[in-house]
């Protein structure tokens, strides 16, 4: 629940420079951020992408 409504915050917090066109998996950015240590946001979001470009997050 509450990893539910922290993506939601993320997301929103991102809406302005990317549109995000599907919903990332739950999980996914925040478990890597979380494993890595990663807050910045912007920084959260490459560690993202590049976890996504090396087939370790799903997207549905």
């Given at each position: ?59 549905r």
């Amino acid at each position: 629940m509450m990893i539910g409504m922290a993506l939601e915050r993320f997301r929103a917090s991102r809406a302005g420079a990317r549109t995000v066109h599907r919903p990332v998996t739950r999980s996914g950015a925040f478990l890597i951020a979380r494993v890595m240590g990663v807050t910045d946001t912007h920084t959260r979001w490459r560690a993202w992408r590049q976890a996504m470009a090396e087939g370790r997050v799903l997207i549905r």
